[in-house]
């Protein structure tokens, strides 16, 4: 046992000085030169991320498709489509398409933006990029409560932080509530001689165009209020005047790369090319929005309208003699199919003479490396017009409306030189359909819809049309459709939450005005 002893005390002692001389360069040694660590991270990158992901999913434009056009685009009557799974043309409920932009929106958009917030909390040195994030992650938010009511919102993408998977629902009125009191405080915050910001897609860094951007999305998001909470809405909406965008070149807009595939290409553009089906033939612009322009001489209607376009639906190759003349432009009745019943198939309509004759989007608004629109300075305008009518806050009624109409005809130009407005045209326009106040609220409304219409976000039409009634769109007629005739309201809640949080779920479904099904009503709807 000595001899043991003896020969395994200088070993252990050696192994002693061996390890302490490990240990002290341990995590060095252990450390792998390649990787990135918290402190290495570079924030920038969740912006990139949050801002091409708010654009739709890479995901094959999953929720684009289903969301903004399946279901927005044509209940707003801007497109048509007898393609039979585009139930939101008929008011059909397909469970899985309403639910498509919650599914794809919390993990893809909430979780970047949630962690880029999280992450440059209380940093200094990220000062820009936090308040960026903050802002971001309201637009975010107030698209996702628009579309569905009360939602996950103060615990929802911070479960790796705090260890909740279960976050609760929020009213809308108290998310209202904070993302306005959020995009205030950020966009205040933002510091031009602070940290440069290298991961902006949209305005590069530029601190003078986010704050404009910031005061813009808090004057849409307080005007959604106006029969909801006039007062909380006219509080920010004087927080804003003088802030806002002050022309075309303050669009907020992200443009796509054709190189990179599906991941990076425009969203929109992915589905009406016909990439996943026959989109591209038998969607065409809404007779309701063709008829508005073709109605008023407006100019943007041989812009943004061309029939010819596709001269089979044997084929996605475009037919470079396109016909962008006004006079022949012809939209699509709402609510048809191809099932050969009368008074149902599009084919025994009054206006069919051929399907080439039915107008297409400008091939200038659906370029795989074109522009996604987030917010414009026309929507600004237009909205500022409505602040000084209903409110008197904010100016010239009249002198908004204006900036507004031009500015909603200039920007084509932004998708494709083909589709410039001359100015001249548009101002030609002003005078021939001058702003009338005693019908002020109800013109504001009909061209805020048809610039929201040629931006291809459909979301922000059915948002603004709820609040308003404008226009008054006729609902379709068609058999055994989920509202009883009546244009949906919301989206229902997805059924999964009925089992990955289903305490919450049942709760909130249980709230919803009217019902969580498709005629039912979020807050502010009014």
């Not at 612009?285 to 100019?299: C, E, G, H, Q, V």
Request: glycine share 8%; aromatic share 12%; net charge neutral.
């Amino acid at each position: 046992m000595k001899t043991i002893i003896k020969l395994y005390v200088p070993l252990l002692l050696s192994g002693l000085v061996l390890a302490s001389g490990c240990t002290k360069d341990f995590e060095k040694i252990n450390t792998d030169p390649q990787s990135v660590g918290q402190a290495e991270y570079n924030p920038n990158y969740l912006l990139s991320t949050a801002q091409l992901n708010y654009t739709g999913s890479i995901d094959f434009a999953y929720e684009t498709w289903r969301g903004n056009l399946i279901y927005a685009s044509t209940m707003m009557q801007g497109l048509s489509s007898v393609i039979s799974y585009w139930a939101g043309d008929k008011y059909m409920l397909n469970e899985g398409y309403t639910a498509a932009y919650w599914e794809k929106a919390y993990p893809d958009q909430v979780k970047y933006a949630a962690d880029l917030v999280e992450f440059t909390k209380a940093k200094p040195e990220y000062n820009n990029v936090y308040q960026m994030g903050r802002i971001w992650k309201a637009l975010i938010f107030q698209r996702l409560t628009d579309l569905y009511g009360d939602i996950p919102y103060s615990e929802a993408g911070k479960g790796y932080y705090t260890g909740n998977l279960y976050p609760k629902y929020d009213s809308q009125q108290s998310i209202y509530t904070d993302l306005l009191k959020e995009v205030d405080e950020a966009t205040s915050a933002l510091n031009a001689s602070g940290d440069a910001v290298t991961g902006d897609l949209v305005y590069a860094g530029d601190i003078a165009k986010w704050k404009r951007f910031g005061y813009s999305l808090m004057l849409r998001m307080a005007m959604r209020l106006t029969k909801a909470d006039a007062t909380l809405a006219q509080t920010y909406i004087n927080k804003a005047v003088g802030k806002t965008m002050i022309g075309d070149s303050d669009n907020a807009f992200f443009k796509h790369d054709a190189g990179g595939g599906r991941p990076t290409q425009n969203r929109n553009a992915q589905v009406l090319l016909g990439d996943g089906g026959q989109e591209n033939f038998y969607t065409r612009w809404s007779s309701t929005f063709i008829n508005y322009l073709k109605t008023n001489a407006d100019p943007r209607l041989s812009k943004v309208a061309v029939t010819k376009l596709y001269l089979t639906d044997g084929t996605k190759t475009q037919n470079p003699n396109y016909i962008s003349t006004a006079a022949v432009q012809k939209g699509m009745p709402n609510g048809k199919d191809l099932s050969g019943i009368a008074g149902r198939d599009v084919r025994q309509d009054p206006s069919y003479t051929d399907f080439t004759d039915y107008s297409s989007p400008h091939p200038g608004m659906l370029k795989r490396e074109g522009n996604t629109f987030i917010l414009t300075y026309a929507e600004t305008e237009l909205l500022w017009a409505e602040a000084a009518q209903r409110y008197g806050i904010g100016g010239s009624a009249a002198t908004h409306y204006n900036a507004g109409v031009t500015a909603a005809m200039t920007y084509l130009s932004q998708y494709d030189a083909a589709m410039t407005v001359n100015p001249t045209d548009a101002a030609n326009y002003l005078t021939a359909h001058p702003y009338v106040p005693a019908n002020g609220l109800d013109m504001i409304a009909m061209q805020y819809w048809a610039h929201t219409i040629t931006m291809l976000d459909f979301y922000e039409s059915w948002s603004n049309w709820r609040r308003t009634g404008v226009p008054a769109l006729v609902p379709v007629v068609y058999p055994n459709t989920n509202t009883g005739g009546s244009i949906p309201r919301r989206f229902p809640y997805p059924l999964a939450e009925g089992v990955s949080n289903a305490a919450n779920y049942k709760a909130a479904s249980g709230a919803v005005p009217g019902g969580d099904k498709l005629v039912g009503k979020v807050w502010w709807d009014k």
